[in-house]
C-alpha cells in the first residue's frame, strides 16, 4: 500500500495535449512539490512538460512504483497488466465505464481483477481520483486545483466519490488539516480494509473520516476497524440508506449498499462513529485533529444568545453530553458579571453590550467556564460584527488558550460572512477548531467524548 501514498516513480498514462488529464496530474504534482520521477507514457509525445516520455512502460529504465492510468476504458487492462509484467507495484486507475456503466463494462473490470492476482500489481478503482499525500506531494487527480487549496495536518479522509477532492471542496478555507485523501472507487482490488490497515499505522495521520457506500467483506472490514479504533478515531458517513439511494450508488460505482440497519448496529459494535452528513464529514474530525480528548462528558456551553444556547444544549443531549451545574465556586465569579445569566449554558451577550471592559470580562468569564471542576469539554458560539470586530476577537483568544487545557470548540456568526470566515481561517492556525453551525461544533465534541468513553472501557 505504500507504493500509492510514497511512491518515488510514477508513472501516467493519458492523453498529454494542452489541458488535458494527463497533463492535469502532472501539473497538480509539480505544484504540491513532489520530489520523485515523473514518466509520461505516451506514443505520441518525446517531451511532455519538459519531462522525457517513453512509449511504453517497458521503456522506461527505472522501477515504477505507481502507475496512473486516464485512457478510454478499453485499453486500461492491456496497461495494468504491462505494468504488472514491468514490476510496478501499483496502479491507480482513474478511467470509468466499468462495472458501474454495465455488462461490458464489469467484463473489463474483472479481467483487471485477474490480472492483479496474476501480476501481483495492487489495483486502485477504477473509476476513481485515487490518492493525495500532503506531506510529500504525491496526487493523482487529473482535475487542476490550486496547491494553496490544501493544508497539511493529520485528517485522513477516504472516499468513493471524486466530490470529496481539492478540486471541489474548499479545503484550506474550512481549515481541514489532512495529512491523506483517498477515493477507492469502484474499488476492483484495494477496498476500505486496504485503507484502514494503511492508516491504522500511519504516524501522520490522527483521526480517519470514510465515507461507505457499501462494503465488501463485513468479517475483514470488523476486524480491521476493531485493530484501527484502539489506535485513532474512525468517523464513518455510510450513504445509500434509501432504496432511491441504494439505486444511485449501483449506477455510480456499481456498489450494492445492503441494509442500513445492519450497518448501523455493525459500526456500534467495533465503535466507529456514525456521522450523517458530508458537512459533519468533513467538520467533526478537526476536534481531534487541533484538540485533546475529554476526560468525559460533561459540556460546558458559552454562547452570546440565550436561544442559540438552548439549541446547543438539544444538539449536546441527543449526542450523548452532559451538560451540568457549574461549580459554586463558577457561579458566583460569573454572576458578577451577568447575575440572570450564570447558569449553563451561559449567555455571554448582556456582558459584551453593558460591560465598561468588555474582552477583560468575557476572558474572565471563558476562563471561569474552562476551570470548572464540573466541566470536561466547552462549546463556544460568538459573534463576530460592528461589536465584537475580528481583531477584538483575536486578541480575546490570543489571551484565553494559554489558559485552556480542556477541548472546546467554536461557531463563529455574524453578518458578514467574509469576516467570520477570514477569523476562523485565523483561529484554525491555531489549532482552534471552527464550525459553521452552533450543533456542528456540539457534535464534535460528543463525538470525541464518545471515544474517549470507548477508550476507557
Keep these: 500500500m505504500d507504493a500509492f501514498f510514497c511512491p518515488n516513480r510514477v508513472a501516467i498514462f493519458g492523453s498529454f495535449k494542452e489541458f488535458a488529464l494527463g497533463c492535469g496530474v502532472i501539473q497538480n504534482m509539480l505544484d504540491l512539490g513532489y520530489k520523485g520521477r515523473i514518466y509520461p507514457v505516451s506514443q505520441s509525445h518525446e517531451r511532455v512538460m519538459e519531462l522525457d516520455a517513453f512509449p511504453t ?9 505507481l502507475a496512473i492510468v486516464i485512457t478510454p476504458s478499453a485499453t486500461v ?17 482513474v478511467s470509468e465505464h466499468f462495472a458501474e456503466a454495465g455488462k461490458e463494462g464489469a467484463r473489463l473490470q474483472q479481467q483487471i481483477v485477474d490480472i492483479t492476482i496474476g501480476t501481483g500489481i495492487r489495483v486502485m478503482g477504477p473509476n476513481t481520483i485515487g490518492v493525495l499525500n500532503t506531506h510529500n506531494g504525491l496526487v493523482s487527480n487529473p482535475y487542476l486545483f490550486d496547491s494553496h487549496n490544501l493544508r497539511k495536518g493529520s485528517i485522513a479522509y477516504s472516499s468513493q466519490t471524486g466530490i470529496a477532492a481539492a478540486q471541489c471542496q474548499p479545503l484550506a478555507d474550512r481549515g481541514y488539516g489532512i495529512s491523506k485523501m483517498c477515493d477507492i472507487g469502484n474499488k476492483c482490488d484495494v477496498d476500505e480494509v486496504d485503507i484502514i490497515n494503511y492508516l491504522a499505522d500511519d504516524s501522520q495521520t490522527k483521526v480517519i473520516t470514510m465515507h461507505l457506500e457499501d462494503v465488501k467483506d463485513g468479517r475483514r472490514f470488523l476486524t480491521a476497524a476493531k485493530n484501527l479504533i484502539t489506535k485513532k478515531p474512525l468517523l464513518i458517513l455510510k450513504t445509500g440508506r434509501s432504496e432511491a439511494a441504494s439505486k444511485a450508488s449501483a449506477s455510480h460505482t456499481g456498489s450494492l449498499t445492503g441494509n442500513d440497519v445492519v450497518y448501523d448496529a455493525a459500526f456500534k459494535q467495533i465503535g466507529a462513529i456514525r456521522v450523517d452528513s458530508w458537512q459533519e464529514f468533513w467538520d467533526i474530525p478537526k476536534v481531534f485533529a487541533a484538540q485533546p480528548l475529554p476526560k468525559g462528558n460533561r459540556i460546558g456551553i458559552i454562547s452570546y444568545s440565550g436561544g442559540a444556547g438552548v439549541a446547543a444544549a438539544d444538539t449536546a443531549a441527543k449526542a450523548g453530553l452532559t451538560i451540568p451545574v457549574f461549580s459554586d465556586s463558577t457561579l458566583e465569579k460569573v454572576s458578577r458579571l451577568s447575575p440572570r445569566k450564570a447558569g449553563n449554558p451561559i449567555d455571554l451577550g448582556p456582558i459584551l453590550s453593558s460591560a465598561y471592559d468588555p474582552i477583560s470580562a468575557q476572558e474572565k468569564a471563558l476562563v471561569d467556564v474552562f476551570n470548572d471542576v464540573n466541566i470536561d469539554c466547552v462549546a463556544i458560539g460568538m459573534y463576530v460584527g460592528r461589536l ?42 491555531r489549532n482552534v477548531p471552527t464550525y459553521t453551525e452552533f450543533e456542528t461544533a456540539v457534535k464534535a465534541l460528543g463525538a470525541a467524548a464518545q471515544y474517549q468513553a470507548l477508550r476507557n472501557y
Design 388 to 429: 465584537a470586530p475580528k481583531d477584538y476577537m483575536i486578541e480575546l483568544f490570543d489571551r484565553v488558550i494559554p489558559h485552556v487545557s480542556k477541548p472546546f470548540t467554536l461557531w463563529l456568526y455574524g453578518p458578514t460572512l467574509a469576516e467570520t470566515q477570514e477569523l476562523a481561517r485565523i483561529l484554525e492556525g
Design 57 to 65: 512502460i517497458s521503456d522506461v529504465q527505472d522501477k515504477v512504483d
Design 77 to 93: 487492462p492491456h496497461i495494468v497488466e504491462q505494468c504488472g509484467q514491468n514490476g510496478v507495484k501499483a496502479a491507480v486507475v
